[in-house]
């Protein structure tokens, strides 16, 4: 299993969630387990996908542009017995393939690890077709799918480990850029389906999943210095199925607050408000949901498109303190 500290966390970060999940994490895991087969979209290279194809080229193919047939391969590859992990951009695993995830991974059951590549505005200058600001949504209305967003390359590749030891679908969306700071540079206890409080607090809840947790670091931090508030951190990086037991234990907080990289409507955000309207209680956390809105963003690099949508620290920033002073 690999180990994260301040020196590993370094260089996962420049390689990118993906690049750490299958350059590093997967490397390992293809040397414990002989039955681990890797198809790709034509994606090999910006999914750091290169140095496990030299060192495995038995267990690699690449399928092509072609990500319906992808799944198509991947289902009948997994029926045989193998653990198979299909990777692609992640617009077009979710979007385009949809039909094909629902009837073999969720009709069928067949448990492929679906990664998606540059999900969120990881595509940047590529512009709305090539934005996954969708997938969440759409994987997680499957049966018995999980949903994983990590929050930073080295829990890309504990997610990955951890996919692997389970035998049913799991989707894991990989967002940010590589070269972005790393969040985890200790290690720490990975569980799917287990949040992590980053930070501990009882007034206003956070909880955010993906690379945008870096940014809610911030936030925090400047809201503590101007608000005679705590707030706790959770790092949701499963989203489905999500922490009801550490969501509980929020309960009697004012304030819970989402923020994700992703549209508002379908993802993170919806799984709380869905958590907490199936709670039949007089007194419940008023939410607070914080991601793209409802329209098309202007393309651009990664930082302009995060700032225009007001999830970088500084719009984070400005739209807690606005809701704080309407609760508070």
């Not at 234990?249 to 004012?254: L, P, T």
Request: proline residues 4%.
């Amino acid at each position: 299993m690999i180990k994260i500290d301040n020196s590993t966390s370094r260089v996962f970060a420049r390689l990118g969630q993906s690049g750490a999940a299958f350059g590093v994490g997967l490397i390992e895991e293809a040397e414990k387990k002989d039955n681990i087969v890797v198809l790709s979209a034509d994606m090999a290279k910006p999914a750091g996908l290169s140095k496990f194809a030299s060192l495995h080229p038995e267990k690699f193919y690449n399928i092509g542009i072609a990500e319906q047939n992808l799944i198509g391969v991947a289902a009948g590859v997994a029926n045989e017995g193998f653990r198979v992990i299909a990777s692609a951009q992640a617009c077009f695993l979710s979007m385009r393939c949809y039909e094909q995830v629902r009837q073999y991974s969720g009709y069928m059951g067949l448990p492929v690890i679906y990664l998606g590549v540059s999900a969120g505005f990881g595509l940047t200058f590529f512009g709305n077709t090539h934005y996954a600001l969708e997938d969440i949504s759409l994987y997680r209305s499957i049966p018995g799918m999980t949903v994983i967003s990590p929050s930073d390359p080295g829990q890309a590749i504990k997610a990955m480990e951890a996919s692997l030891e389970i035998n049913s679908p799991v989707y894991i969306r990989c967002t940010g850029i590589p070269g972005l700071p790393p969040i985890y540079k200790e290690d720490f206890e990975f569980k799917i389906g287990k949040g992590i409080t980053v930070q501990d607090g009882s007034d206003v809840i956070v909880i955010s999943s993906g690379s945008i947790t870096r940014n809610v670091l911030d936030a925090v931090e400047t809201l503590e210095t101007s608000h005679k508030l705590s707030f706790k951190i959770i790092d949701m990086h499963t989203i489905s199925p999500i922490d009801k037991d550490l969501l509980n234990s929020c309960m009697a907080s004012k304030l819970w607050i989402t923020v994700e990289e992703h549209f508002v409507s379908g993802g993170l955000g919806s799984v709380i408000a869905e958590f907490l309207s199936d709670r039949f209680e007089t007194i419940k956390p008023n939410l607070l949901r914080l991601g793209i809105k409802d329209k098309f963003s202007v393309p651009g690099d990664y930082n302009y498109l995060i700032e225009t949508n007001e999830l970088d620290a500084q719009g984070i920033v400005k739209q807690i303190t606005e809701c704080i002073r309407k609760v508070f």
